[in-house]
């Protein structure tokens, strides 16, 4: 823990040898309490303590919630903690609630079921159930007696917001990239479409007494804050926009006056405090860290709890205060490991043009043979790819790019088109056909590394997860010139496997981002890294959870086939009880160790050959 920084930090203790983790803090509505997820037991699990909005009394794990937490609400009568818990790491997601009759498993015997919002009253939770058909059903469930009313039915569905009076509702559903929200009348039925003009990347929404306020970028290239009157006296505005930025986050005090506003510049957060009644935002002074991931107001509006980290500060819980003169403090927090190194943003180009940029972690200096240290100068890189693709690389809590940095070896993170961040026309710059372009962007960051004389030509590896691990796959295959090494986390090897394999509901939502298999299965096949196995020749390290149903581990084994029928040798790392991330502690820790020491090799050795994917020396 850190230490002398006050009482505001919690004591907790866990097994773990690297720093704990602290995200999402929500607030009971009597603000007396304080729940979180943390992995100080060695995966993400709920924990909760006595909290008077300033000091947090000793931490307290919830039972109850005894699998993976991806996310806690409260009730706002503050009688149901209400969480979204993955059983096994994966996707087959179900809601808990415990309140005062006990545990409640919401839809216990649906294929999943995910976390929506709560109604202020009438003690209605909104949940989304899914199954086979690959659509889901946005409920509002009575959680004291089971009962349920359906809301709206089809891909991604979602119960957004519920007005306080009970009244109305806010529902989202559509494909990647083309999301819609509906505003529902609870009583009538009636159904008015909020985004005309066509869907969304971004789509949310909250209620106050008499507005609603609408967070997407529909008619926007970047994200936006819109203001819709509901008594229907003014028209809908925009009340918060950025021409370069993305709006993140937005939470709204608990007397619907305020609202603090997250924006992300280049990757970096910057906070406000928007004032309703004057229009008037000021900035707001973030805590340590340079990406705001969670906002929420303490009950009674005088301080925000805010979730932030950076390279250099792992995931933690501040209190901001609002009043003039208050200071940040950690709430929960954990001290960063000596020596870590913060990056620099690159820009460059890429081959068609389009502005391109990625962080750049470089260590502080590379070791010769003799232990001596020389400046540095072109060095051993790997490229990193992240998921998603509707993701972005951000300076967040990396504990594998500080080890490969510890090693000598630096990191080059792109956020080639496709990713979040850049506004909406560069998101969908990757969908269907286009996918090639994202996939020569990769080549573009090569050539900026060496050109720069950021980077040896002859030791550049490549890697990633998720989407990141599949685009992995398709560098090695179409540029194998361009690297010595490569590590695929969880990535698709063949996109027709992995929409027949994967959950329906993934697969129906994916089909504007890839391709729908049904009427472009030929783009699918010449997309798809396995048809050109043969050209893989460096040594490659594919890692997976066993319990993956988002990319099943179906994509890692017949990759892995594939180059051992070709003579090749690739390395498998398998983890039993993890799904589509990796969250146990010891589990990342052996992640960790793993690739550093695959990568090392090829990067580091100055006598290595590579023949047919087999390292030699």
């Given at each position: 823990m850190v230490a002398g920084e006050g009482d505001l930090i919690a004591e907790i203790t866990g097994p773990t040898t690297g720093p704990t983790s602290y995200l999402d803090a929500v607030t009971a509505p009597d603000g007396a309490s304080l729940a979180w997820v943390s992995d100080a037991s060695g995966r993400p699990r709920a924990w909760t303590g006595a909290f008077d909005g300033l000091v947090l009394g000793p931490a307290r794990p919830v039972p109850q919630f005894d699998e993976d937490v991806q996310a806690l609400s409260w009730s706002p009568d503050g009688l149901w903690l209400a969480a979204q818990l993955a059983p096994g790491g994966g996707e087959r997601t179900r809601v808990r609630l415990i309140g005062p009759d006990g545990t409640v498993d919401i839809a216990p015997a649906a294929r999943a079921v995910t976390l929506g919002s709560w109604s202020k009253g009438c003690g209605r939770l909104g949940v989304t159930i899914l199954g086979d058909d690959g659509d889901g059903q946005a409920c509002l469930v009575d959680v004291r007696d089971g009962t349920s009313t359906v809301l709206a039915s089809g891909p991604a569905a979602r119960v957004c917001a519920i007005s306080g009076d009970g009244k109305r509702a806010v529902v989202r559903l559509g494909r990647r990239g083309a999301r819609e929200l509906e505003l529902v009348d609870l009583r009538s039925g009636l159904r008015t479409p909020l985004l005309p003009g066509g869907g969304a990347v971004v789509a949310d929404a909250r209620f106050d007494r008499s507005r609603l306020y609408v967070h997407t970028d529909a008619g926007h290239d970047r994200p936006v804050l819109l203001a819709v009157d509901l008594r229907g006296r003014s028209a809908t505005r925009v009340i918060a926009a950025r021409d370069d930025a993305d709006l993140d986050v937005v939470a709204l005090d608990p007397e619907a006056s305020r609202l603090t506003l997250v924006w992300n510049v280049d990757g970096r957060s910057e906070l406000?405090?928007?004032d309703l009644r004057s229009g008037r935002a000021e900035p707001l002074t973030a805590p340590p860290g340079d990406v705001v991931t969670s906002v929420a107001f303490t009950?009674?509006?005088?301080?925000?709890?805010v979730g932030s980290e950076g390279p250099t500060v792992p995931p933690r819980i501040s209190h901001v205060p609002l009043?003039?003169?208050?200071?940040a403090a950690p709430l929960l927090a954990d001290a960063p490991p000596p020596g870590l190194v913060d990056p620099d943003?690159?820009?460059?180009?890429?081959?068609?043009?389009?502005p391109l940029s990625g962080w750049l972690f470089r260590p502080r200096s590379t070791p010769r043979a003799t232990g001596a240290r020389r400046p540095l100068g072109p060095v051993p890189v790997l490229i990193w790819l992240h998921?998603?693709?509707e993701w972005q690389e951000r300076p967040v809590y990396q504990p594998l790019f500080q080890a490969l940095l510890a090693a000598g070896i630096a990191v080059f993170a792109p956020n080639v088109r496709g990713s979040t961040g850049y506004g909406r026309a560069f998101v969908s710059a990757d969908d269907g056909?286009?996918?090639?372009?994202?996939?020569?962007?990769?080549?573009?960051?090569v050539r900026f590394l060496v050109d720069s004389g950021h980077a040896d030509p002859a030791r550049v590896g490549v890697g990633g997860r998720s989407y990141g691990g599949y685009l992995t796959l398709v560098a090695l295959a179409w540029y194998p010139e361009l690297f010595v090494v490569g590590v695929d986390v969880c990535g698709m090897s063949d996109l027709h496997t992995f929409y027949r394999d994967t959950e329906p509901w993934?697969?129906?939502a994916a089909t504007t981002e890839y391709g729908d298999p049904s009427t472009e299965a030929a783009l699918l096949r010449e997309l798809s890294p396995i048809h050109r196995a043969d050209r893989i020749t460096a040594p490659l390290l594919v890692v997976h959870g066993e319990e993956d149903t988002n990319v099943p581990i179906g994509e890692a084994s017949q990759i892995v086939a594939a180059l051992r029928e070709r003579g090749r040798a690739p390395g498998l790392l398998l983890?039993?009880?993890?799904?589509h991330e990796v969250r146990g502690v010891e589990n990342r820790e052996r992640f960790v160790d793993e690739v550093v020491r695959w990568v090392s090799g090829p990067l580091l050795d100055a006598d290595l050959d590579v023949i047919d994917g087999r390292r030699t020396g």
């Open positions: 406000e405090l928007l009950r009674d509006g005088r301080a925000l709890l009043w003039p003169g208050g200071v943003l690159e820009r460059f180009t890429a081959e068609d043009g389009l998921g998603g693709p056909p286009r996918r090639h372009q994202s996939i020569t962007d990769v080549r573009a960051a993934i697969a129906t983890f039993p009880g993890e799904g």
